[in-house]
């Protein structure tokens, strides 16, 4: 069975410049989460969407947003971007079990890694 | 106080031995914890999950809660060269009743041939 899938693998853009990066679910999960993970740090949680609604949103600008699709995909962007974005951005899947949004295993995908200059 | 802590190591363990790695946590109403490991320049990989206090087990992996103590462990048995990574702690973390989950900074295992 495929697993998560990101695109692109590598991006680099120019301060300023906007950024969109996409998520295709493992089949059959329906809630995509987005993190961020810098150098020497764990990932950080930007979004939750579950049924293309939000269901969280962690500590970033409002220059970071998201969306899912009817098929379960997921995009996120970044506007005006600064050096400080240059990370690496996960996105992760789960199944919307019996135990709910948040305690469901999360899956990872193989992340996108941004680099602005 | 962070929210989930793990020391950073490295931790180095020889071959075959059992290589313990701790977390901590801050909520006490957290009711599910991960592990994850991460080789160098890739993504989390999902090693397990436990949400009742005690054991679990999964082949060569055990991981320990204790919800008193707000403490969660993972011990490797029989370690190997291939389990030299970087192991992520992660819980839900509910802050002003928005929950996330929330990773810590990871402890680097280093397996000694």
């Known amino acids: 069975d495929a697993g998560v899938t990101q695109s692109p693998t590598h991006l680099i853009k120019t301060r300023g410049q906007h950024v969109t990066l996409r998520c295709s679910p493992i089949s059959g999960h329906k809630s995509v989460s987005w993190y961020q993970q810098v150098l020497g740090q764990g990932p950080q949680f930007i979004f939750q969407y579950y049924e293309k609604e939000e269901r969280g949103r962690g500590n970033f600008p409002d220059r970071f947003s998201a969306r899912q699709f009817p098929n379960y995909s997921s995009e996120l962007n970044v506007n005006a971007l600064l050096l400080g974005d240059s990370a690496l951005y996960l996105c992760?899947?789960?199944?919307?079990?019996?135990?709910?949004?948040?305690?469901?295993?999360?899956?990872f995908g193989p992340g996108t890694r941004l680099t602005v200059t | 106080q962070k929210e989930v802590e793990q020391n950073s190591g490295p931790l180095s363990v020889p071959e075959g031995a059992i290589a313990s790695l701790n977390c901590t946590y801050s909520d006490r109403g957290s009711q599910s914890f991960f592990w994850y490991r991460q080789y160098s320049g890739k993504s989390p990989e999902l090693i397990m999950s436990?949400?009742?206090?005690g054991d679990k087990e999964d082949g060569r992996f055990t991981a320990q809660l204790n919800k008193a103590s707000q403490y969660v462990s993972l011990l490797i048995r029989d370690s190997q060269p291939s389990d030299s990574a970087t192991y992520l702690c992660a819980v839900v973390i509910s802050n002003f009743g928005n929950e996330k989950l929330t990773f810590g900074t990871g402890t680097r295992l280093t397996i000694i041939p």
């Open positions: 992760a899947s789960s199944w919307e079990g019996q135990r709910g949004a948040w305690e469901d295993e999360q899956y």
């Open positions: 436990i949400y009742s206090n």
